[in-house]
């Protein structure tokens, strides 16, 4: 009884293993300069929106060595984060399914990203490519493109009739020479569109200040210089405006730069430089603060502290000179009187 438990138990994983769907992505996507945009610890949490997609099939087209497929689409929404297709596969294969974006089908790829042939399930599976964010341009054609070197088959299941456009922003495309020309499988009356589906999210800037300005000791009417930095935290390849709002009325306050436009997640973080010329006060302790703000939303801001401390003059003690000199006066009366 012992023993048929123990074969029981090492079938059941096998069992699971063959019905359960199995969708697995490489970690590491590559970009066309193979940068990583930022590093994912640091990555706000984000909600994938459907963007553009076409998921009727009635037929699916062969993707193997030297012939390729591309489904051309237009954007609505940027960045484009990941894009799924729907592959049958059912060999088994080793070498890898290559997904890639295109602003033009002979120039290279924008971004790519291979799975191997064991990380595609057998059967019909939707498989999802999730590569590095990219910016697009809203309304813009791009292409999809899939690739193999295997002399087997991966199958891209797309949508075909004479009756109307399965998608309208877009077609199927074939190369037979490996990419080096193209023909659109769409005639006058006659459209093909590959299953496909792209992501994006809402972009949205984070702004993030760092920094104190302080300074002990200053002459009154003196001249200092400090800095903070000023950028941008929020969701990968989002936007920020900003500008100094406000600061304090003590001194003359001059800042380099005093905005800027379009700072993203994956810039260096802006140095401001401040020059401030300080109140002629004497002895003064001032303190103070200077306001950033996200031009696009007020509500998200930075502050930075400051504090100046001016030295008190030293006066001169006019009355001290005036004693040595009635000390002196004195002495040569005296001394006068010793020569009479």
Same mark, same amino acid.
């Given at each position: 009884?012992?023993?048929?438990?123990?074969?029981?138990?090492?079938?059941?994983?096998?069992?699971? %293993? *063959?019905?359960?769907?199995?969708?697995?992505?490489?970690?590491? $996507?590559?970009?066309?300069?193979?940068?990583?945009?930022?590093?994912?610890?640091?990555?706000?949490?984000?909600? !994938?929106?459907? #963007?553009?997609?076409?998921?009727? &099939? =009635?037929?699916?087209?062969? +993707? &193997?060595?030297?012939?390729?497929?591309?489904?051309?689409?237009?954007?609505?929404?940027?960045?484009?984060?990941?894009?799924?297709?729907?592959?049958?596969? +059912?060999?088994?294969?080793?070498?890898? *399914?290559?997904?890639?974006?295109?602003?033009?089908?002979?120039?290279?790829?924008?971004?790519?990203?291979?799975?191997?042939?064991?990380?595609?399930? %057998? /059967?019909? %599976?939707?498989?999802?490519?999730?590569?590095?964010?990219?910016?697009?341009?809203?309304?813009?054609? !791009? !292409?999809?493109?899939?690739?193999?070197?295997?002399?087997?088959? !991966?199958?891209?299941?797309?949508?075909?009739?004479?009756?109307?456009?399965?998608?309208?922003?877009?077609?199927?495309?074939?190369?037979?020479?490996?990419? +080096? &020309?193209?023909?659109? *499988?769409?005639?006058?009356? %006659?459209?093909?569109?590959?299953?496909?589906?792209?992501?994006?999210?809402?972009?949205?800037?984070?702004?993030?200040?760092?920094?104190?300005?302080?300074?002990?000791?200053?002459?009154?009417?003196?001249?200092?210089?400090?800095?903070?930095?000023?950028?941008?935290?929020?969701?990968?390849?989002?936007?920020?405006?900003?500008?100094?709002?406000?600061?304090?009325?003590?001194?003359?306050?001059?800042?380099?730069?005093?905005?800027?436009?379009? *700072?993203?997640?994956?810039?260096?973080?802006?140095?401001?430089?401040?020059?401030?010329?300080? $109140? =002629?006060?004497?002895?003064? /302790?001032?303190?103070?603060?200077?306001?950033?703000?996200?031009?696009? #939303?007020?509500?998200?801001?930075?502050? +930075?502290?400051?504090?100046?401390?001016?030295?008190?003059?030293?006066?001169?003690?006019?009355?001290?000179?005036?004693? &040595?000199?009635?000390?002196?006066?004195?002495?040569?009366?005296?001394?006068?009187?010793?020569?009479?």
């Amino acid at each position: 009884m012992v023993i048929k438990k123990m074969g029981l138990i090492k079938i059941l994983p096998v069992i699971f %293993f *063959l019905v359960t769907p199995i969708n697995i992505i490489i970690t590491e $996507p590559i970009s066309a300069d193979d940068n990583k945009l930022q590093d994912v610890s640091t990555i706000p949490t984000v909600e !994938y929106i459907l #963007d553009q997609h076409q998921e009727l &099939h =009635n037929g699916e087209v062969a +993707i &193997h060595q030297n012939v390729l497929f591309a489904q051309s689409f237009q954007p609505s929404m940027t960045p484009l984060t990941k894009v799924l297709i729907k592959i049958k596969k +059912i060999l088994i294969i080793n070498e890898p *399914l290559i997904v890639s974006i295109r602003k033009n089908l002979t120039e290279k790829d924008i971004v790519f990203l291979p799975l191997l042939g064991s990380q595609i399930p %057998f /059967n019909t %599976f939707w498989v999802e490519f999730d590569f590095n964010d990219i910016e697009v341009e809203i309304d813009k054609t !791009y !292409y999809l493109v899939v690739r193999s070197t295997s002399s087997q088959s !991966y199958w891209w299941l797309r949508q075909s009739n004479n009756t109307g456009d399965p998608y309208k922003r877009g077609q199927t495309w074939q190369s037979v020479d490996n990419g +080096i &020309h193209w023909d659109s *499988l769409n005639d006058d009356h %006659f459209f093909v569109d590959c299953t496909f589906q792209t992501y994006s999210y809402i972009s949205q800037p984070d702004l993030y200040c760092e920094g104190t300005l302080s300074w002990t000791n200053i002459t009154p009417g003196g001249s200092v210089v400090g800095q903070f930095t000023v950028e941008n935290i929020g969701t990968p390849l989002s936007h920020l405006d900003w500008k100094i709002d406000t600061w304090s009325s003590w001194g003359t306050w001059t800042f380099s730069p005093s905005s800027g436009q379009n *700072l993203k997640p994956e810039d260096n973080p802006t140095r401001v430089l401040v020059s401030i010329t300080s $109140p =002629n006060i004497t002895n003064a /302790n001032l303190t103070g603060m200077v306001k950033i703000i996200n031009i696009n #939303d007020e509500s998200d801001f930075c502050i +930075i502290e400051a504090s100046l401390n001016t030295t008190k003059i030293k006066e001169k003690n006019y009355f001290q000179y005036c004693k &040595h000199f009635e000390y002196f006066i004195k002495w040569i009366r005296e001394f006068e009187k010793f020569l009479i």
